[in-house]
T-cell receptor
Framework: DTAVSQTPKYLVTQMGNDKSIKCEQNLGHDTMYWYKQDSKKFLKIMFSYNNKELIINETVPNRFSPKSPDKAHLNLHINSLELGDSAVYFC???????????FGPGTRLLVL | DAKTTQPPSMDCAEGRAANLPCNHSTISGNEYVYWYRQIHSQGPQYIIHGLKNNETNEMASLIITEDRKSSTLILPHATLRDTAVYYCIVGDQGAQKLVFGQGTRLTINP
């Protein structure tokens, strides 16, 4: 059983398009996260939600908008995609804030 | 910025113990040491964490020095599947985000 799943696994799109990445966790966790891993392999947190409320927003452009319809889902919508948005995006979840985080398999986004 | 320093790469022979060092000289009293690893093309995976006592689980052992300024992750019998980038992260238990550094790229050789 997949604990944290993301769709799609790969996403290739043109500059200027709008796209969404979905994340679901079946662990019953209260907190979910989005991380970005760039071409240099640095992993950086973007957002964190606890019980559907935004608790971390790490200087991410307004083009990125997370949405949490319920505790088990945290989706990432990106408007007006730019070349620099090309990266691997990881979703994660934890039981509560500050506890062990479980990561999804990643979504590889390529903007052409 | 990451509060830890790790060697960029290490090699270890299959079946041997892999000892990965981490320096965290500015760690404060309520901060834990966490270890995660990232196998190629996968998401990071939690390994172990500790505050000041040594810890052991089914994956690894964590040895923290008495002054808590450094630690060592030990994989007792490394296998080829342990080839990955290993991240040492410092944060308090209420930390709401993991700050990843560059990590150590561990290669297990047959």
């Amino acid at each position: 059983d997949t604990a944290v799943s993301q769709t799609p696994k790969y996403l290739v799109t043109q500059m200027g398009n709008d796209k969404s990445i979905k994340c679901e966790q079946n662990l019953g966790h209260d907190t979910m996260y989005w991380y970005k891993q760039d071409s240099k392999k640095f992993l950086k947190i973007m957002f964190s939600y606890n019980n559907k409320e935004l608790i971390i927003n790490e200087t991410v452009p307004n083009r990125f908008s997370p949405k949490s319809p319920d505790k088990a889902h945290l989706n990432l919508h990106i408007n007006s995609l730019e070349l620099g948005d090309s990266a691997v995006y990881f979703c994660a979840s934890s039981q509560n804030r500050g506890e062990t985080q479980y990561f999804g398999p990643g979504t590889r986004l390529l903007v052409l | 910025d990451a509060k830890t320093t790790q060697p960029p790469s290490m090699d270890c022979a299959e079946g041997r113990a892999a000892n990965l060092p981490c320096n965290h000289s500015t760690i404060s009293g309520n901060e834990y040491v966490y270890w995660y690893r990232q196998i190629h093309s996968q998401g990071p995976q939690y390994i172990i964490h500790g505050l000041k006592n040594n810890e052991t689980n089914e994956m690894a052992s964590l040895i923290i020095t008495e002054d808590r300024k450094s630690s060592t992750l030990i994989l007792p019998h490394a296998t080829l599947r342990d080839t990955a980038v290993y991240y040492c992260i410092v944060g308090d238990q209420g930390a709401q985000k993991l700050v990843f550094g560059q990590g150590t790229r561990l290669t297990i050789n047959p």
